[in-house]
């Protein structure tokens, strides 16, 4: 087994505090988002929430449980600071994946861990380190498409061949370390230029003669260009299920073309709003689509930058009435140029704080109507009832798109994908016990689609784990293969089970999402 690194949660803190000003990003910014990573991935330990408290320098135990909340859409995604290095394709977003992943391993040994905090670890560290490799080519019906992406994955320049060895996945707390990821070797033009030393003159000497030397800085390179109009919508395509999604933003996307090129051409166009409401039951792939939708508007050169920008009413309102409207237009600013993407926007609705952060969001929408845009997101019912309500949002969104919820047969796909991208093999012992479940488990508005699928497989992940525990050096087949009864629920023999008090039924409502069609 993998011996215990002495490492802790403030250690791995403060590496991503500077790994992230290394990559021009925001370090405390980059330290609330370590923090509600490791939250998440620790909240079924018991005690947990001390140990997160003592290390993080926050003395209120809510911090804990509130930072979980919002760390639980990453441990199957990657984080918003990573996704936009991604999205940018930045030299620096390895480091920072790293990082993450180095932060999601300490987190695990908060509190009293057990298989499940091991499973929320693996599958979290997968999920920042597999951000950096996008999956193989996907299937279109569009032959110019298809070309395109075929010539695109042999580029120097396209992120799969990363070089990912010298990620430490086998710092995972895991019976005999983490499955390695795939990787291809790392182009020239993505890797890191060396520092030349060159001699340095000695005054009085001539040249050569020198046994001095300094460092040359490197020559300042142009960052990669970002993703095309047709590999985002090819990404769209190729994700499981959502046909009258994928229908309606290339519908979307064929209206703002043609507004741009009437636009560029002279000629009137009627002012078309870009803001959206998306509607739909838990773990439908609501996140993943707007993530999508901002890469794609960024394409079509409706926004500067792009990135996604996910929050909810915690990360909006404040404690006292004032203060909301400065707390929701910082976190407006930090999404200029993208995407804001409000969950459970239905949450601000009813009490004058959260009017106060409605009546910022309209005002902010107007005077950055050009470089930002606003979707919001939660159940068809009350989303319809909190849209009605607010004159100022009825008029800016004018389009809703219904996610509906995944059959059987696209939760079994989004499971194998999920797998898949975490380097495990399910059999089919494993997909027919998983049949079984979703056979016998209740639907309804509640139901987490995607997320439950991504549920199970982390408790799946957690008890090979803990049945791996006792076997020294097991084998490559032993450390990727799952077994049917991985996914019995229930307690494993000689198993210690904590879950904290919010863990069980919101932990499916509320959890993070997932990276194929990730739940929203």
């Known amino acids: 087994m993998t011996e215990p690194s002495t490492r802790t949660l403030t250690d791995a803190l403060a590496a991503l505090r500077n790994t992230a000003g ?34 993080t320098g926050h003395s209120d135990p809510q911090a804990f449980f509130d930072a979980a909340h919002r760390g639980r859409r990453w441990r199957a995604a990657p984080t918003a600071l990573l996704g936009q ?43 920042q380190l597999g951000a950096l490799t996008p999956p ?16 695109l994955n042999q580029s120097s320049l396209d992120l799969s061949s990363l070089d990912l060895s010298s990620l430490d996945l086998s710092s995972l707390d895991l019976p005999g370390g983490f499955p390695q990821i795939n990787a291809r070797p790392e182009p020239a033009g993505m890797r890191p230029e060396p520092t030349v030393m060159r001699p340095e003159p000695v005054e009085g000497q001539p040249p050569g003669a020198s046994t001095r ?42 209206v703002l073309r043609v507004e741009t090129l009437r636009s560029k051409a002279g000629l009137k166009s009627p002012t078309i709003t870009r803001h959206l409401v998306f509607v739909g039951n838990p773990g439908t792939g609501k996140t993943t689509v707007a993530r999508l939708v901002g890469g794609i508007y960024r394409a079509l050169g409706l926004l500067s930058k792009g990135q996604l920008v996910e929050v909810d009413r915690s990360e909006l309102v404040a404690g006292y009435l004032g203060q909301t ?10 999404a200029a140029g993208g995407v804001l993407f409000v969950d459970e926007a239905y949450s601000l609705a009813g009490d004058q704080y959260g009017q ?9 929408m107007e005077d950055r109507r050009d470089d930002l845009v606003l979707i919001v997101a939660g159940y068809p019912d009350p989303m319809a009832l909190f849209i009605a309500q607010n004159p100022g ?39 027919d016990r998983f049949r079984s479940i979703l056979a016998t488990t209740p639907r309804g508005s509640m139901f987490g689609n995607a997320r439950f699928a991504r549920n199970l497989l982390e408790a799946a992940i957690g008890k090979h784990a803990w ?27 000689n198993e210690p089970l904590a879950l904290s008090s919010e863990q069980s039924a919101e932990d499916d409502a509320a959890a993070p999402k997932e990276p194929n069609n990730e739940p929203g």
Not at 356 to 364: G, N, P
């Open 22 to 55: 290394a990559a021009g990003l925001e370090p405390e910014a980059a330290v609330r988002e370590g923090e509600a990573l490791a939250a998440a991935v620790a909240e079924s330990a018991e005690r947990a929430y001390l140990d997160w408290g003592e290390q």
């Open 85 to 127: 290095l991604v999205l940018n394709r930045s030299p620096q977003g390895p480091s920072y994946a790293e990082a993450l992943a180095e932060v999601c391993r300490t987190a695990q040994t908060l509190g009293e861990p057990n298989s499940r905090t091991a499973g929320n670890a693996a599958v979290a560290a997968a999920a």
């Open 136 to 151: 193989p080519v996907p299937v279109t019906t569009r032959p110019e498409v298809a070309a395109m992406l075929r010539a």
């Open 213 to 254: 030397s300094a460092p040359i800085a490197p020559a300042a390179k142009p960052e990669p260009e970002p993703k095309t109009l047709d590999e985002l919508l090819a990404e769209l395509d190729a994700l499981v299920g959502l046909t009258a999604v994928k229908a309606e933003i290339h519908r979307q996307v064929a």
């Open 325 to 334: 409207a400065i707390k929701t237009a910082e976190v407006i600013a930090s």
């Open 356 to 364: 106060e952060s409605v009546d910022t969001l309209v005002k902010e």
């Open 393 to 431: 949002l009825a008029s800016r969104f004018r389009t809703t798109i219904e996610f509906d919820d995944y059959t059987d047969e696209e939760l079994v796909r989004i499971l194998q994908q999920m797998a898949q991208a975490a380097d495990y093999d399910l059999d089919e012992g494993c997909v």
């Open 467 to 493: 049945r791996l525990r006792e076997i020294t050096d097991p084998t490559v087949e032993q450390l990727r293969n799952l077994i049917a009864n991985d996914f019995d629920e229930g307690e494993t023999e």
